[in-house]
């Protein structure tokens, strides 16, 4: 497939050598486009005999986008691999920019996104009545569930839990403690602390902290849990052997998390209260009677059972944003990475939201 | 009699039509395999077959009743009469072999007794030779155990049809040709009916009664090995008889 000579009046000639493969085209490409630029440009391919599919991208691109270069001595084999050689469809870039102007399409990209999420929403609060339903039918009817996965859920959610959440409570007892100590003591209140520390503790941070916890932990752990079992098959499994997986595979763990959250909530009030008297008893001398006999003044078995009602619910925000996540993976093992990271960041947020309508209604 | 009858059938996901407008009929007693290159759309037939993905237009009927995907009684008469082995077995890999065999018992029937949970289970196991591996977990077992425990629970509560993706997939050439001989056994034994999805050539000649081959968006071809032998389509030769263009010229 000989082409003529360019016409132009003495064009550059570049003589190629034998073997023009990735390596010499990476390194010939940036010297033909520079003459290119120059003036007109005559690539002879007749010395070339190795050759490889970079070859035939070079002589694809110098031919559409180099109006300049003309090819010459292109025969035998290079001839018969050019006529095979697939080209590319036109991409979204050579096709033209979309129609309408940035900010249209900004405001396109931002409304598609708006949808999504509302879809999403839609999905997950479905998703949250299907499985208040499936909680309620279990409990009725006692099957649908493989026996003793609540036990093993709640040995996974709650004695797997409990150090570390006793270990962070008890560091932001100590926390709070010390940074309100100090303010307290311009005030000559130092006995107060017991009672803010009581509060704090019962009805704010106890719940807070062991929702955010357990988002990390049980969450992100569900959540990898069911999408590699979505990627493997095994819930289209369940569902063809007449199982609903969102009531085999949610029902045991929404159950594990009411049962040991009061449990959690309980030791973690203990151990966060134990971080205020520590603190209280170095800083300012207080007995840890007189700082627990402070700290029943100021609250009582409501403000417990609130911590315990809210961190329940944070516990089931936790679970359900987990399983929504898991089960609505798509089919690669990438998707299992980015479900987790996207089912820790829905649960905090879900918390906090929770948390502050607790507060409308609580204050 | 035809056990599943497909008209006008459309499967895809979302708006992506991945075959279209397919019509076919799936014999009772006999197996089927759906063949095609890798893409084509068989795993895809394979799982609204299955009741997995709802079709995208037309509809197919099983044992005579149309299944409806918008009706939770429809799709339930449709898993009580299938089993599915899936591509890579998709044990669950908290429960050992025993305890996925014996999973659709449990569920289905939570009140049998565990002596005859057992009995069904080993019996199970049994026929895909796994009897002696039931309390090893899916970690411990080899590619091919996998799919034939699999293929145990898929057969446990004695289907009528039971849905193969890829059987023999990532398998030797002897394991491969010992799942075929089970295929063959459930069918002659049990007068089972077997969609295979495959593109294994030997495979394919040495179990399938009926084959649906796929391609292009749509099928391509319906009949008998013998048929397909004499199909004087280009893509079939050169698919099932490795014949490229050069031999057909």
Same mark, same amino acid.
């Given at each position: 497939? #000989?082409?003529?000579?360019?016409?132009?009046?003495?064009?550059?000639? =570049?003589?190629?050598?034998?073997? =023009?493969?990735?390596?010499?085209?990476?390194?010939?490409?940036?010297? =033909?486009?520079? $003459?290119?630029?120059?003036?007109?440009?005559?690539?002879? @391919?007749?010395?070339?005999?190795?050759?490889?599919?970079?070859?035939?991208?070079?002589? #694809?691109?110098?031919?559409?986008?180099?109006? #300049?270069? %003309?090819? %010459?001595?292109?025969?035998?084999?290079?001839?018969?691999?050019?006529?095979? @050689?697939?080209?590319?469809?036109?991409?979204?870039?050579?096709?033209?920019?979309?129609?309408? *102007?940035?900010?249209?399409?900004?405001?396109?990209?931002?409304?598609?996104?708006?949808?999504?999420?509302?879809?999403?929403? *839609?999905?997950?609060?479905?998703?949250?009545?299907?499985?208040?339903?499936?909680?309620?039918?279990?409990?009725?009817?006692?099957?649908?569930?493989?026996?003793?996965?609540?036990?093993?859920?709640?040995?996974?959610?709650?004695?797997? $839990?409990?150090?570390?959440?006793?270990?962070?409570?008890?560091?932001?007892?100590?926390?709070?403690?010390?940074?309100?100590?100090?303010?307290?003591?311009?005030?000559?209140?130092?006995?107060?602390?017991?009672?803010?520390?009581?509060?704090?503790?019962?009805?704010?941070?106890?719940?807070?902290?062991?929702?955010?916890?357990?988002?990390?932990?049980?969450?992100?752990?569900?959540?990898?849990?069911?999408?590699?079992?979505?990627?493997?098959?095994?819930?289209?499994?369940?569902?063809?052997?007449?199982?609903?997986?969102?009531?085999?595979?949610?029902?045991?763990?929404?159950?594990?998390?009411?049962?040991?959250?009061?449990?959690?909530?309980?030791?973690?009030?203990?151990?966060?209260?134990?971080?205020? =008297?520590?603190?209280?008893?170095?800083?300012? *001398?207080?007995?840890?009677?007189?700082?627990?006999?402070?700290? %029943?003044?100021?609250?009582?078995?409501?403000?417990?059972?609130?911590?315990?009602?809210?961190?329940?619910?944070?516990?089931?925000?936790?679970?359900?944003?987990?399983? @929504?996540?898991?089960?609505?993976?798509?089919?690669?093992?990438?998707?299992?990475?980015?479900?987790?990271?996207? $089912?820790?960041?829905? $649960?905090?947020?879900?918390?906090? %939201?929770?948390?502050?309508?607790?507060?409308?209604?609580?204050? | 009699?035809?056990?599943?009858?497909?008209?006008?059938?459309?499967?895809?996901?979302?708006?992506?039509?991945?075959?279209?407008?397919?019509?076919?009929?799936?014999?009772?007693?006999?197996?089927?395999?759906?063949?095609?290159?890798?893409?084509?759309?068989?795993?895809?037939?394979?799982?609204?077959?299955?009741?997995?993905?709802?079709?995208?237009?037309?509809? &197919?009927?099983?044992?005579?009743?149309?299944?409806?995907?918008?009706?939770?009684?429809?799709?339930? &008469?449709?898993?009580?009469?299938?089993?599915?082995?899936?591509?890579?077995?998709?044990?669950?890999?908290?429960?050992?072999?025993?305890?996925?065999?014996?999973?659709?018992?449990?569920?289905?029937?939570?009140?049998?007794?565990?002596?005859?949970?057992?009995?069904?289970?080993?019996?199970?196991?049994?026929?895909?030779?796994?009897?002696?591996?039931?309390?090893?977990?899916?970690?411990?077992?080899?590619?091919?155990?996998?799919?034939?425990?699999?293929?145990?629970?898929?057969?446990?509560?004695?289907?009528?049809?039971?849905?193969?993706?890829?059987?023999?997939?990532?398998?030797?050439?002897?394991?491969? /040709?010992?799942?075929?001989?089970?295929?063959?056994?459930?069918?002659?034994?049990?007068?089972?009916?077997?969609?295979?999805?495959?593109?294994?050539?030997?495979?394919?000649?040495?179990?399938?009664?009926?084959?649906?081959?796929?391609?292009?968006?749509?099928?391509?071809?319906?009949?008998?090995? /013998?048929?397909?032998?004499?199909?004087?389509?280009?893509?079939?030769?050169?698919?099932?008889?490795?014949?490229?263009?050069?031999?057909?010229?």
């Amino acid at each position: 497939m #000989n082409e003529p000579q360019a016409a132009a009046a003495t064009p550059e000639t =570049i003589l190629l050598p034998r073997r =023009i493969r990735a390596p010499e085209v990476a390194a010939l490409l940036d010297g =033909i486009c520079r $003459s290119a630029e120059a003036g007109p440009l005559t690539l002879d @391919f007749r010395d070339v005999e190795e050759f490889d599919s970079s070859t035939l991208a070079l002589l #694809n691109y110098v031919r559409g986008r180099l109006a #300049n270069v %003309v090819t %010459v001595n292109i025969g035998g084999a290079l001839a018969r691999a050019e006529e095979s @050689f697939v080209r590319r469809p036109p991409t979204e870039e050579t096709k033209g920019p979309p129609s309408g *102007g940035l900010p249209s399409r900004a405001l396109t990209a931002i409304a598609d996104r708006f949808i999504f999420q509302a879809k999403s929403l *839609g999905r997950f609060l479905a998703m949250l009545g299907d499985e208040v339903y499936h909680v309620g039918v279990y409990l009725k009817e006692r099957k649908g569930v493989y026996p003793g996965e609540t036990w093993n859920q709640m040995f996974f959610m709650g004695y797997r $839990s409990f150090p570390i959440v006793c270990l962070l409570i008890f560091l932001v007892g100590v926390t709070i403690s010390i940074t309100s100590a100090e303010q307290l003591r311009h005030f000559g209140a130092d006995i107060y602390l017991a009672d803010l520390v009581g509060i704090g503790m019962l009805k704010e941070l106890v719940p807070l902290m062991t929702g955010v916890i357990l988002a990390g932990k049980v969450g992100a752990a569900v959540t990898a849990e069911l999408a590699s079992m979505t990627v493997l098959e095994e819930v289209d499994a369940l569902r063809t052997m007449g199982v609903v997986p969102e009531k085999f595979l949610m029902v045991p763990r929404l159950l594990a998390i009411t049962l040991v959250v009061p449990l959690l909530v309980a030791m973690a009030d203990v151990v966060g209260i134990f971080g205020g =008297i520590v603190v209280a008893r170095v800083t300012f *001398g207080t007995p840890p009677s007189a700082f627990i006999a402070e700290m %029943v003044t100021a609250v009582d078995w409501t403000d417990f059972g609130w911590g315990l009602i809210k961190t329940v619910v944070f516990g089931w925000a936790v679970v359900v944003g987990a399983g @929504f996540k898991g089960l609505t993976v798509g089919r690669s093992a990438e998707e299992v990475g980015r479900a987790t990271t996207e $089912s820790v960041v829905l $649960s905090i947020t879900l918390i906090i %939201v929770i948390d502050c309508l607790f507060s409308f209604i609580l204050y | 009699m035809d056990i599943i009858r497909a008209r006008d059938l459309t499967v895809g996901y979302g708006r992506t039509e991945v075959l279209r407008d397919l019509d076919f009929t799936v014999p009772e007693g006999r197996i089927t395999a759906i063949v095609g290159v890798s893409g084509s759309g068989k795993s895809t037939l394979l799982k609204t077959l299955a009741g997995l993905l709802p079709p995208l237009s037309g509809g &197919f009927d099983f044992a005579g009743s149309l299944v409806d995907y918008r009706s939770e009684a429809s799709l339930r &008469f449709l898993y009580g009469k299938i089993g599915v082995l899936y591509q890579g077995g998709a044990l669950l890999n908290g429960l050992s072999l025993f305890e996925n065999v014996a999973l659709p018992i449990r569920m289905q029937y939570p009140k049998m007794p565990e002596d005859m949970v057992c009995d069904m289970v080993y019996a199970s196991l049994a026929q895909v030779e796994l009897a002696g591996s039931a309390e090893k977990y899916p970690a411990e077992l080899s590619g091919g155990m996998t799919k034939r425990g699999g293929l145990a629970r898929a057969l446990v509560l004695d289907p009528d049809v039971v849905f193969c993706d890829e059987p023999s997939s990532g398998l030797d050439p002897i394991t491969s /040709a010992l799942l075929d001989d089970l295929l063959l056994r459930l069918k002659e034994t049990f007068k089972m009916t077997l969609v295979v999805v495959t593109h294994e050539l030997r495979s394919i000649e040495r179990v399938a009664d009926s084959i649906l081959v796929v391609n292009d968006g749509g099928l391509r071809f319906s009949g008998d090995y /013998a048929d397909l032998a004499a199909a004087d389509d280009k893509f079939i030769r050169t698919f099932f008889l490795r014949k490229d263009s050069h031999d057909d010229a």
